[in-house]
T-cell receptor
Framework: GENVEQHPSTLSVQEGDSAVIKCTYSDSASNYFPWYKQELGKRPQLIIDIRSNVGEKKDQRIAVTLNKTAKHFSLHITETQPEDSAVYFCAAKVNYQLIWGAGTKLIIKP | DAGITQSPRYKITETGRQVTLMCHQTWSHSYMFWYRQDLGHGLRLIYYSAAADITDKGEVPDGYVVSRSKTENFPLTLESATRSQTSVYFC??????????????FGPGTRLTVL
């Protein structure tokens, strides 16, 4: 079945720098790739998503890129701010389910 | 997000007891999901439902039972709670019919402790 690998598990960046989180998936039939942000003690919330017919999508400081050939997609956060500190999850849709990565804890250093 | 609620938000129970976690959504979404999230881990799917009276197992269904008699409710029952079921449980829902309905919306979670 589908497997989603997410790296790194922890990422520490200086405030103002960029952060990149990468995910790979195994099922070529996957066609929807969301990214969720989960703050401590809160529910996961969608921050951006991309479909397989698009290579890149941006929303202010956040962007997602998709390489279907290599079966990987990445989350890019520019000009990081303290409120970006959270755990980020990627996922890939297979049939009606989302298969989740293990998460990346993003730490923003002042 | 306000359209999907979970109760209770916190629950402490003892080994062997039956516990039911409730999930209610007001969007009339077809799909509903139950996940568990253990400390330092990601989301693991327990059960999901495509519509009322249609449920299916996810990755970790053992020890859990679900039902869905109404579209808006999707209760999760731990028939005989074990310590290994101590976790945070999230319910989620999504619609169907258009590509825009792929997004899953999560409830606030239930923190369950089994002593």
């Amino acid at each position: 079945g589908e497997n989603v690998e997410q790296h790194p598990s922890t990422l520490s960046v200086q405030e103002g720098d960029s952060a990149v989180i990468k995910c790979t998936y195994s099922d070529s039939a996957s066609n929807y790739f969301p990214w969720y942000k989960q703050e401590l003690g809160k529910r996961p919330q969608l921050i951006i998503d991309i479909r397989s017919n698009v290579g890149e999508k941006k929303d202010q400081r956040i962007a997602v890129t998709l390489n279907k050939t290599a079966k990987h997609f990445s989350l890019h956060i520019t000009e990081t701010q303290p409120e970006d500190s959270a755990v980020y999850f990627c996922a890939a849709k297979v049939n009606y389910q989302l298969i989740w990565g293990a998460g990346t804890k993003l730490i923003i250093k002042p | 997000d306000a359209g999907i609620t979970q109760s209770p938000r916190y629950k402490i129970t003892e080994t062997g007891r039956q516990v039911t976690l409730m999930c209610h959504q007001t969007w009339s979404h077809s799909y509903m999901f139950w996940y568990r999230q253990d400390l330092g881990h990601g989301l693991r799917l327990i059960y999901y439902s495509a519509a009322a009276d249609i449920t299916d197992k996810g990755e970790v269904p053992d020890g859990y039972v679900v039902s869905r008699s109404k579209t808006e409710n999707f209760p999760l029952t731990l028939e005989s709670a074990t310590r290994s079921q101590t976790s945070v449980y999230f319910c989620a829902s999504r619609g169907t019919g258009t590509v825009e309905t792929d997004t899953q919306y999560f409830g606030p979670g239930t923190r369950l402790t089994v002593l």
